[in-house]
């Protein structure tokens, strides 16, 4: 059986901004998806992130400053839960599925960090593994497509319905069904082996094959993820 055909967890945050080093976590969400489709697990939150929320991000996600405050758990508190969980799915050996996953981990590596908890990779003694970005995985099979590479193009492209975009529950289910339908489209993507997302140092998966690229975006140097600003 094909990775994809298994079950996969999915993981989103959304946010104060596009910062990882300065910016918050507002809501966040951890969806499991057996084969079939069918929804088995989930988890929520909702965070006071201690900071003002920017009406450019409360106008993507619906999420204003005071709704946060109100209802919102204690940043240190639901940071800590949401990286105990990530930790638990991948110790698990369940595929992570992360859209632009070194955005949403880098900036809950910063938050462990901001609250003084171990990061994830220190809950798992290592580099989180197995992570599958569908953000990568679309940039590598289908490389010359013009036009945005955004969750919700990716949907429309793949034929997934998202209905609540920026909702991260639904943008993480979204993820996943985006990446099976990955799976089933492209064939060297369903025949890879279960991810090893652990690179060398040219980037690529130990004893991947030639011209290979790791379909995760999970990287290290100095403890700290590599990434790029902005979603």
Not at 1 to 29: C, K, N, Y
Not at 74 to 88: D, F, K, N, P, Q
Request: charged share 25%; with cysteine.
């Amino acid at each position: 059986m094909s990775w994809h055909q298994g079950p996969l967890v999915g993981f989103d945050l959304e946010t104060t901004g596009t910062d990882v080093e300065s910016d918050r976590i507002v809501t966040a969400a951890l969806v499991r998806l057996e084969a079939d489709g069918t929804v088995t697990e989930q988890r929520t939150w909702l965070l006071d992130p201690g900071v003002a929320i920017p009406e450019q991000a409360s106008a993507i996600h619906g999420i204003g400053t005071d709704h946060a405050r109100k209802h919102g758990a204690r940043a240190a508190s639901a940071v800590e839960e949401i990286a105990h969980a990530v930790a638990g799915v991948l110790r698990s050996g369940v595929p992570l599925v992360v859209m632009n996953a070194r955005y949403d981990l880098s900036l809950l590596d910063r938050e462990c960090g901001r609250y003084g908890l171990d990061s994830v990779d220190e809950r798992i003694g290592g580099v989180p593994s197995p992570v599958i970005d569908p953000l990568v995985i679309d940039k590598h099979v289908d490389k010359y497509r013009k036009g945005k590479r955004a969750l919700q193009a990716l949907c429309e492209h793949y034929g997934v319905t998202l209905s609540d975009a920026h909702d991260a529950t639904a943008d993480a289910v979204a993820a996943v069904r985006v990446v099976r339908q990955m799976g089933e489209r492209h064939r060297p993507v369903s025949t890879l082996p279960r991810p090893n997302c652990t690179p060398s140092r040219s980037g690529r998966r130990p004893n991947s094959p030639p011209r290979s690229r790791p379909i995760c975006a999970a990287r290290r140097t100095r403890r700290r993820w590599w990434n790029r600003p902005g979603r």
